[in-house]
């Protein structure tokens, strides 16, 4: 992803060239991977399906690796027609390809997912196919809510493993903290917006984990699972340098 003779230091310099990532409609950031490592990845909401799979051929071409995200209807399957390589994950509602097959370095961390119950299973599906496309080795955890705490703790001995946790809860969101207070890896915190009218859509989960009194924890926005699994990726990379 960094290849192409052009440094970091180039790629943010307005005006130094580089591949034209222009279309008829978007300006497509392919030198996002040089400068961040990694590629542009294409957000659905917003898009006709032609243009969310027009962005996706450009990528593709330009990097071999696709990420879309939060699809709509119509979107998969044109991205899917654009590049027939790409696979489809309809609960988590994206599309990811890797032209090379990924085989993390020997010696690379864990990132364990952690979701609440099967309601958390789409976000949490997100973030833990996004931290796989991007090369981190990812495991999941089933049903660990705090309303049964045997499950946390049964489970407990696969996040301690960890190099990143990421811990998925709505509703009161009280999981993060719980998961936090058992381990010693950093917590990625991702609140999810199901829960009953005080729920506030994710509001009132968002709000008690970054009030979290155990340590270590960071939070990301409410079903932001592509970013926890971004963080949690860099984190787990960082942990290892």
């Known amino acids: 992803m960094r290849g192409r003779g052009r440094s970091p230091a180039e790629a ?4 130094r060239g580089g591949p034209a990532g222009d279309l008829a ?3 497509v950031d392919l030198e996002r991977a040089v400068r961040t490592g990694t590629p ?11 243009e969310a799979a027009a962005i996706a051929r450009l990528l593709w071409a330009r990097h071999g690796m696709l990420l879309a995200t939060r699809l709509e209807p119509g979107q998969a ?7 027939p390589e790409a696979t489809e994950h309809p609960r988590a509602r994206l ?18 997912v952690v ?4 309601a958390d299973e ?4 997100e973030a833990a196919l996004t931290a796989g496309w991007l090369g981190s080795r990812v495991e999941r955890v089933r049903e660990a809510g705090v309303a049964g705490l045997s499950r946390v703790l049964g ?36 609140p999810n917006s199901i829960g009953y009218g005080a729920a506030f859509a994710g509001l009132a989960a968002l709000l008690a984990m970054l009030n979290a009194c155990a340590p270590g924890v960071g939070v990301v926005n409410i079903d932001n699972g592509f970013g926890a699994g971004v963080l949690a990726h860099r984190i787990n990379v960082g942990a290892g340098d």
Do not use: Q, Y
């Open 40 to 50: 542009e990845v294409t957000f659905g909401p917003g898009k006709t399906p032609a």
């Open 95 to 112: 599309v990811v390809a890797r032209r090379d097959p990924l085989e993390p370095p020997e010696g690379t961390g864990r990132v364990v």
């Open 115 to 118: 979701p609440a119950g099967t």
């Open 25 to 27: 409609f978007a300006k």
């Open 155 to 190: 489970e407990v001995e696969r996040p301690r493993a960890a190099r990143c946790v990421v811990a998925v809860a709505g509703m009161d969101g009280a999981l993060p903290s719980v998961v936090a207070g058992l381990v010693a890896a950093p917590v990625v915190a991702l």
């Open 122 to 125: 789409a976000i949490a599906e």
């Open 12 to 15: 943010a310099t307005p005006g």
């Open 77 to 83: 399957a044109a991205i899917l027609e654009a590049v």
